[in-house]
């Protein structure tokens, strides 16, 4: 394997966790701002200041189905008032309210001129001619005044805003069909390895299943991204080449195996071809080899990830890695899980001088977290069981039980 006297050089160097994923974070930006249809924006980070193009709600509107009347009619129990009309939400009042007088009204109906109060339905005979009040009502009641929820001029959404399903609800109600956000990554996600077969086939002698490509492609959305498959890549340079050619079409790619030392890992000569590959040596249990570089492109550098082969590891570094980096390219300033410490429930073994990442399960409740059992690099069931990851500095040989230790909860989304 043709290797320059700086990539050897590259190949043995060795970062820590946090030294590695500065220098990830670095070399990604955000990807640009499209239009794009309302819907389509929901998870994305807003790119523009929207401003309300009227009052939300436009007009005075009765929040309760009921009787519309004057507040001085309404002090008391027992009033009897003249119904002079009806009103339903989507029309407008014919008439106004004057003393003694009352309007059926609809919840979301406009307030009818002369009224300034309205009666629930339920506070009623529910009279059709003349209605008798059985509840006294105060001045105001049900009433929502226009623009209380958004005022006509006024900023309500800054950009950088994440858009969660209220916010999608704001920009609909001020007309928004279209808004600008930043585009959605799109992701390559490629699997290397003579010995995998697709989901779908029987393995055959010294064959596994592909778990990899699925695993990453689903972590890929679950971090808000388009993932598309480059399929299975042969241990051969030349069938790995073929299979990045096509990465061109995406924002960022992520390999899996490929990128230990071995005589078939291809991925680190490969890449350096195409553009630049960095290689490290990450001081991590589970993960240590970690690829990180660029391929270049008619459209530019595409960054890309070589994750390591073993299941869990590929998962886990996915987490700590290519997750923040997916999230910087999508707009997102918030890029890592919320942290906590737990009292550790077991013994931990580990290296000296690596920092591990059990998997772990927390019990939010009596604030203890304990590993998922064995802990392998090919043990995929670990991270399946798994609702957290004990986060172990590099120093010591093992966490022990009652020891205060630190928890990235991996299922909930980002710090807040
Ligand atoms: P590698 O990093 O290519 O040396 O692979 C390390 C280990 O992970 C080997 O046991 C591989 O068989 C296994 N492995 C690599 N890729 C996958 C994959 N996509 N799905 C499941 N196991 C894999
Ligand atoms: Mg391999």
Known sequence: MPTSPSAARAATRTLSVDD?????????????????????????VFAEDAVADRDVPPFRNSAMDGYAVRADDVRDADARLTVIGA??????????????????IMTGAPMPDGADTVVRVEDTDNGSDTVTITRATAAGTAVRQAGEDLRRGET????????????????????????????????????????????????????????????IAAAVRATGCAAFELGIARDEASDLRHALGN???????????????????????????????????????PGRPLAFGEIRTKRGAVPIFGLPGNPVSSLLTF??????ALLKLAGHTRLHRP???????????????????????????????????????????????????????EAPPAAEPGETVTVILTDQPEDH
């Open 20 to 44: 590695a994923l500065e220098r990830v974070l670095t070399r990604i930006a955000p990807l640009d701002a499209v239009e794009m249809p309302l819907l389509d924006a929901l998870g994305a």
């Open 87 to 104: 009103i339903a939400a989507g029309t407008v009042p014919k008439g106004r309210v004057s003393a003694g007088e009352a309007m059926r």
């Open 156 to 215: 309500i959404l800054r950009r950088g805003t994440l858009l969660r399903p209220a916010e999608i609800g704001v920009l609909a109600s001020i007309g928004r069909a279209k808004v600008r956000a930043i585009r959605r990554p799109n992701v390559a996600v490629l699997s290397t390895g003579d010995e995998l077969v697709d989901v779908s086939e029987t393995p055959g002698p010294g064959q596994i299943r592909d778990a990899n490509r699925y695993s």
């Open 247 to 285: 990465a061109a079409f995406g924002d960022l790619v992520v390999t899996s195996g490929g990128v230990s030392v071995g005589d078939h890992d291809h991925v680190k000569p490969v890449v350096d071809a195409m553009g630049s590959m960095d290689f490290w040596s990450i001081a991590i249990r």
């Open 319 to 324: 987490e700590l890695f290519v997750r923040p």
């Open 339 to 393: 942290r906590v410490k737990a009292k550790l429930g077991d013994r931990i073994e580990k290296p000296t001088g690596l920092r591990m990442f059990a998997r772990g399960i927390y019990d939010a409740e009596h604030g203890t977290v304990r590993s998922t059992g064995p802990q392998g690099s090919g043990i995929l069931r670990s991270m399946s069981l798994a609702n957290c990851l004990i986060d172990i500095p």
